[in-house]
């Protein structure tokens, strides 16, 4: 009985080091679209190009605060107009060095807001 037990505490252990990490790579990419999400409807508000891609920035960097180090946000501009859509695609970059591999990974969200129909686009 012993024996059985020191074979597999370790395979159970690599088992919940692996639930911990799938669970905080779920997680992150959860944060990730919530953040696009946040970004596009920010941008989705502002009358202009240069207020929109500010007001993205802003949004996902509040939503991403503490989550990793330097998000990045690209705001399509091609179709911000009077009934187009704002695009919002949100970058993190995801540490999972708390695993011991010292490992990083890419999240990527994107999320589409329509633009108003009767509104006036500067």
Do not use: I
Request: hydrophobic fraction near 50%; include cysteine.
């Amino acid at each position: 009985m012993a024996m059985e037990t020191v074979m597999l505490a370790p395979v159970f252990l690599l088992f919940l080091m692996f639930l911990a990490g799938a669970g905080r790579v779920v997680e992150a990419q959860g944060e990730v679209d919530g953040a696009a999400r946040d970004a596009a409807r920010a941008a989705s508000v502002q009358r202009d190009l240069d207020a929109a891609g500010q007001a993205a920035e802003q949004a996902t960097t509040a939503a991403l605060q503490g989550s990793c180090g330097k998000p990045s946000v690209s705001l399509d501009k091609s179709d911000f107009r009077a009934g187009g859509q704002a695009t919002a695609e949100v970058t993190c970059e995801l540490d999972l060095g708390f695993l011991g591999f010292g490992a990083t990974h890419d999240m990527t969200g994107t999320a589409v807001v329509p633009l108003e129909q009767l509104r006036r686009v500067e």
